[in-house]
């Protein structure tokens, strides 16, 4: 089945930077490609998502790449902010939504 | 106001008694889940349905039954629960339209002892 890894499990940023939060899959009949963002006591939230047949997508500060070759995808967020502070997940899937497959998780600091 | 409500929020209980968590959503949604989340392993999914009366395992199914005899309801029944069962538990739900968005419900921390 399918295999995600997540990378870094923590990473801390000064206000402003950028973070990127990558993930690699195993499954290369992959083909739907979501972050969701967890914040503390809360449930996740979809903040973008990207498909097989697109590159790139971007929404404000948030975008993600998708290479198929290399079957990694990345988050990117600039200008960070503290409430971008939170657990962020990847997630792969091919096919139905039962072959849905998260990642461990990266927990984003962003200080002041 | 569109949502998914689980109940309840929080649950201790002890060894081997029979429990359950409802799961609803208003949203006509066709597509179900259950997750179970745990620290440094992500979310897992435990069972998934696809309409009323279908339901199929997920990855860790074990210790777990559901059931989907309405629409807008998938309870998750732990018959006989155990200390790895400990864990928080998420309810999903999504819409066959295309747009792959799952809605997740607020969460059922779960102690067993």
């Known amino acids: 089945g399918e295999n995600v890894e997540q990378h870094p499990s923590t990473l801390s940023v000064q206000e402003g930077d950028s973070a990127v939060i990558k993930c690699t899959y195993s499954d290369s009949a992959s083909n739907y490609f979501p972050w969701y963002k967890q914040e503390l006591g809360k449930r996740p939230q979809l903040i973008i998502d990207i498909r097989s047949n697109v590159g790139e997508k971007k929404d404000q500060r948030i975008a993600v790449t998708l290479n198929k070759t290399a079957k990694h995808f990345s988050l990117h967020i600039t200008e960070t902010q503290p409430e971008d502070s939170a657990v962020y997940f990847c997630?792969?899937?091919?096919?139905?939504?039962?072959?849905?497959?998260f990642g461990a998780g990266t927990r984003l600091t962003v200080k002041p | 106001e569109a949502q998914v409500t689980q109940n309840p929020r929080y649950l201790i209980t002890v060894t081997g008694k029979k429990l359950t968590v409802t799961c609803s959503q208003n949203m006509n949604h066709e597509y179900m889940s259950w997750y179970r989340q745990d620290p440094g392993l992500g979310l897992r999914q435990i069972y998934y349905?696809?309409?009323?009366?279908?339901?199929d395992k997920g990855d860790v199914p074990e210790g777990y039954k559901v059931s989907r005899k309405e629409k807008r309801n998938f309870p998750l029944i732990l018959e006989s629960p155990s200390p790895n069962q400990t864990s928080l538990y998420f309810c999903?739900?999504?819409?066959?339209?295309?747009?792959?968005?799952?809605?997740f419900g607020p969460g059922t921390r779960l102690t067993v002892l």
């Open positions: 999903a739900s999504t819409p066959w339209d295309g747009t792959d968005t799952q809605y």
């Open positions: 997630a792969a899937r091919k096919g139905d939504l039962n072959d849905m497959r």
């Open positions: 349905s696809m309409n009323v009366e279908v339901t």
